[in-house]
T-cell receptor
């Protein structure tokens, strides 16, 4: 069974630009959640999508948004990039939506974003 | 919301010794506590988890203990090996909410 796939793996942007990251979950998983990983901050929850609906959202500004398609693939978008947005962005898929229960999160390898 | 604190941030042990990482949480509604291991440049992977109705769980050299009264849980690794070197993250989950992760512990096992 293929794992969680994230693209692109690495990208460099400049301040003010916008970026779109993609995540393909494990087949059969309908929940996709996104996390920002920075040194010293651990993993911080951005949002979760299940069946094309955002089920929960973390404490991030509106510049961070996402969506999910009917095949469960998800994208996240960051607009008007700031230097502080430089981070590793991880997505994770799971069988159950976090809105009703918790199980193992299967992470992708992440998209490393550098903002200059 | 929930707040998860993890200590220590770095830990070095001699091969064969034990390692203990501790996490505290603030929301008594948290009911699921997983531990993830992230090797350098790789994705986090679940190594062990515990639910709030259980006090301890073991899997070979790894164990997790949970003290709901004190709101803390710990990861214990015995007979450490160089391949245990990684960053370990604890997390707490509140039903209907999200996972709250600790800030990570970088474990180095010295051969």
């Amino acid at each position: 069974k293929a794992g969680v796939t994230q693209t692109p793996r690495y990208l460099i942007k400049t301040r003010g630009q916008q970026v779109t990251l993609s995540c393909s979950p494990i087949s059969g998983h309908r929940s996709v959640s996104w996390y920002q990983q920075t040194p010293g901050q651990g993993l911080q929850f951005l949002f979760e999508y299940f069946s094309e609906t955002q089920r929960n959202k973390g404490n991030f500004p509106g510049r961070f948004s996402g969506r999910q398609f009917s095949n469960s693939r998800s994208e996240m978008n960051v607009s008007t990039l700031e230097l502080g947005d430089s981070a590793l962005y991880l997505c994770a898929s799971s069988l159950v939506t976090l809105a009703i229960g918790a199980g193992e999160l299967f992470f992708g390898e992440g998209s490393r974003l550098t903002v200059l | 919301g929930e707040n998860v604190e993890q200590h220590p941030s770095t830990l070095s042990v001699q091969e064969g010794d034990s390692a203990v990482i501790k996490c505290t949480y603030s929301d008594s509604a948290s009911n699921y506590f997983p531990w993830y291991k992230q090797e350098l440049g790789k994705r986090p992977q679940l190594i062990i988890d515990i639910r709030s109705n259980v006090g301890e769980k073991k899997d070979q050299r790894i164990a997790v203990t949970l003290n709901k009264t004190a709101k803390h849980f710990s990861l214990h690794i015995t007979e450490t090996q160089p391949e245990d070197s990684a960053v370990y993250f604890c997390a707490a989950y509140v039903t209907g909410n999200q996972f709250y992760f600790g800030t990570g512990t970088s474990l180095t096992v010295i051969p």
